[in-house]
T-cell receptor, first 113, second 114 residues
Framework: GENVEQHPSTLSVQEGDSAVIKCTYSDSASNYFPWYKQELGKRPQLIID?????GEKKDQRIAVTLNKTAKHFSLHITETQPEDSAVYFC????????????FGTGTRLTIIP | DVKVTQSSRYLVKRTGEKVFLECVQDMDHENMFWYRQDPGLGLRLIYF???????EKGDIPEGYSVSREKKERFSLILESASTNQTSMYLC?????????????FGPGTRLTVL
């Protein structure tokens, strides 16, 4: 089955700097890669996703890049703000609506004011 | 707006008790999932369901069972709770439509087994 590895497990950045979180996956059939954000005491929520037919996707200050050959994808947050502090999870699946997601182990991002 | 609710936010049970965790979604989603969340281990899939009365094992099904008698409700059952099942349990749902893979999570149930 799919295995998703996520690094780093913790990340601290100064407010205004950029943050990058990286994930690798094992199943070459995976073609859907979402990122979820979980604020303290709250439920995970989708913040951005990418499918294998594109190499990059942006939404304001966040972007995701995908390298299918190397089987890795990354989340980039620019101009970080205190509200970006949270745990971020990457995931992978084959992209069918009823297919399960395999999640990474999470990255705790702390923005230092 | 999708709403996924779970029956309890906090639950304390004793070893050997039978425990029921309930999840309800109001968006007519076909797919429902149960995860447990532990520090450093991320979200691990216990069971999922594509349809009423259908169930599939996830990555860590041992010690758990599920029931889906109605489309909107997915129950997780711990037949005989053990201390290593102390965890945060998250339910999620998703639609079967094309390019609609987003999973919507419930608020979680923090279960403590004494």
């Amino acid at each position: 089955g799919e295995n998703v590895e996520q690094h780093p497990s913790t990340l601290s950045v100064q407010e205004g700097d950029s943050a990058v979180i990286k994930c690798t996956y094992s199943d070459s059939a995976s073609n859907y890669f979402p990122w979820y954000k979980q604020e303290l005491g709250k439920r995970p929520q989708l913040i951005i996703d990418i499918r294998s037919n594109v190499g990059e996707k942006k939404d304001q200050r966040i972007a995701v890049t995908l390298n299918k050959t190397a089987k890795h994808f990354s989340l980039h947050i620019t101009e970080t703000q205190p509200e970006d502090s949270a745990v971020y999870f990457c995931a992978a699946s084959t992209g069918e609506g009823n297919e399960k997601l395999t999640f990474g182990t999470g990255t705790r991002l702390t923005i230092i004011p | 707006d999708v709403k996924v609710t779970q029956s309890s936010r906090y639950l304390v049970k004793r070893t050997g008790e039978k425990v029921f965790l309930e999840c309800v979604q109001d968006m007519d989603h076909e797919n429902m999932f149960w995860y447990r969340q532990d520090p450093g281990l991320g979200l691990r899939l216990i069971y999922f369901s594509y349809d009423v009365k259908m169930k599939e094992k996830g990555d860590i099904p041992e010690g758990y069972s599920v029931s889906r008698e109605k489309k909107e409700r997915f129950s997780l059952i711990l037949e005989s709770a053990s201390t290593n099942q102390t965890s945060m349990y998250l339910c999620a749902s998703s639609s079967d439509g094309a390019h609609t893979d987003t999973q919507y999570f419930g608020p979680g149930t923090r279960l403590t087994v004494l």
